[in-house]
């Protein structure tokens, strides 16, 4: 081979290195490798809500489990329905109170249904269970498993405790499982950061005597905070 050749085969070879080498840590860079991950994740995540949402869909087809079944925004990790009466057992107690503030609601604001919304953890989900809260109206305090922010607290909606959270519970269970708490709970005396008060099924708050509009809309935040500070309590005085 001549000297001449030798080195375009040289220069070929140096060049190609170079060009792999210059590709490379595209492929390898941590902080890419860890994007594609998450995006890998979320791809994933969003095929299972969008199944799990088309499943309920079809489920509340009847409009006695739930109403008007729809993606906040758009966003697949945030459902809204709503609960108006129909959807409420009325022959017991608690259900027919509900169902008469519904209808005192509606005639005094033009509407008679609770708006609840369903957030799921993005990358965390099913391992970890969903936020769901009420987003108006405004509920008594320790009324239905409502707290004063709007997050519904129940044992079944907390990951990591004993009887809490399953990941293979269906969503349909849990809208029933939130229906059933709203409805059936004893009217009873608790211990609350407030000092003790009283619980029982859930009331709305038409005198407005827990907030300054009984259709202003709690917040996200609001609901996760009261949650939270829920799920710390009933861990020192039990479920």
């Known amino acids: 081979m001549s000297t001449c050749q ?14 792999r080498e210059e590709n490379l840590p595209h492929f390898l860079d941590v902080t890419d490798m860890n994007s594609l991950a998450r995006r890998k994740i979320q791809d994933r995540e969003a095929a299972l809500l969008l199944r799990e949402f088309k499943c309920l869909e079809r489920q509340c087809a009847d409009g006695f489990l739930l109403k008007n079944l729809s993606l906040a925004e758009g966003d697949i990790s945030r459902w809204r329905f709503q609960l108006d009466s129909s959807c409420f057992d009325t022959s017991c107690p608690g259900g027919k109170t509900l169902a008469e503030d519904l209808e005192k609601l509606k005639a005094s604001h033009g509407t008679d249904n609770i708006l609840v919304e369903v957030s799921f953890p993005h990358g965390e989900w099913p391992v970890f269970a969903p936020l769901v809260r009420v987003v108006r109206p405004r509920c008594v305090w320790y009324t239905g498993h409502v707290t004063a922010g709007g ?17 293979s519970i269906s969503l349909a269970t849990i809208v029933e499982l939130v229906k059933w708490a709203m409805i059936h709970c004893d009217t009873t005396l608790i211990e609350t950061v407030n000092g003790q008060q009283l619980a029982g099924p859930l009331r709305i708050d038409l005198d407005e005597t827990y907030s300054y509009d009984v259709l ?13 500070r829920a799920v710390v309590h009933h861990r020192v005085h039990g479920w």
Do not use: H, K, Q
């Open 6 to 19: 030798s080195e375009r085969r040289t220069f070929r070879e140096a060049t190609y290195v170079s060009e």
């Open 151 to 167: 997050g519904i607290c129940l044992p079944t909606l907390v990951t990591g405790i004993e009887n809490g959270w399953n990941s």
């Open 216 to 228: 202003s809309e709690y917040s996200e935040y609001a609901a996760l905070a009261a949650f939270d």
